[in-house]
């Protein structure tokens, strides 16, 4: 019989191959029926709770924050001061043995499986995620994708050592959620050129996200296909603020073959060709504007 840390091992290896690595979204239905143990059925999520602690097991297994309905979540997790994830422990009366086998995986430093919605029924999968701290009277845990945050700092080079972990797991973390809010509003395709294959795609911060307002959130994206995002970047490909495709001078002067003329040179002066079909998830012209005044000066 397969213990529950042999089950653990297993569904982090499927949710990984399931998701591509965390790049691609996944279904309450993949959740709930697509994982099997020794030939049974063994869901991921529980129905109508967000701590799966599967019986018989003392730890939990994985945690789920309910997409926002009217800006409103169940819990209100949250983004502390030192810029990680809170996860709020259940407060009603039936949730004392989750919130155990949520401290029980913290004490164990076992992997969890946070699964985040972006719409209903649609999660961004964060694994594996480590409770590295309890904050009892904000009744939450600390969450970071590495367990080495649970090292007590002491000396100043641990002190320094947990400044650069903390600033590298924010920014993992910031970076999936994000990419998967954006990838749905774009439905993956490339904003230039509409490229329709999710491997392909990244998800681009208008504003870069080392700038105090480059916020992960979705009207400062544009979902890009390799080339271009590493054009955007580069900014020999810039967009106006009423999304306008332009090519830098230099790179439209230039003879180099089918990949330059048909990738980059034909889209010059294009609208894009895809956006968001929301309004309110579309680029913000603000931020277009800023970026597109360091490509002309580029």
Known sequence: MTTPDGIRDQALEWLRRVTFDGEVPVTREQLTNDFSVDGVRFPLVDTGRGIRKPAGWDAALSILTAVAKGGVRPYEDDIGSDGLHRYK???????????????????????????????????????????????????????APTDELLVTPGS???????????????????????????????????????????????AAHITPDTHEHGLPVVTNGLALCKIHHAAF????????PDYEVRISQRLLDEVDGPMLRHGLQEHHGKPLMHVPRVRSQRPDPDRLQARFEGFSAA
């Open 233 to 240: 970047d580069s900014n020999v490909l810039g967009v106006t």
């Open 89 to 143: 422990l259940r407060r009603d009366s039936g949730g004392s043995s989750e919130n155990r086998g949520l401290r029980r995986a913290m004490e164990r430093r076992l992997p969890l499986m946070w699964f985040i919605g972006l719409q209903p029924g649609v999660f961004q999968a964060i694994a594996p995620i480590y409770l590295i701290a309890e904050e009892q009277e904000q009744e939450q845990f600390v969450l």
């Open 156 to 202: 100043v080079i641990e002190e320094a050592t947990r400044r650069y972990l903390v600033t590298q797991t924010r920014r993992r973390l910031h970076q999936r959620v994000f990419a998967g809010r954006v990838m749905l509003a774009y439905d993956e395709h490339c904003a230039v050129c509409s490229l329709h294959h999710r491997r392909l795609l990244d």
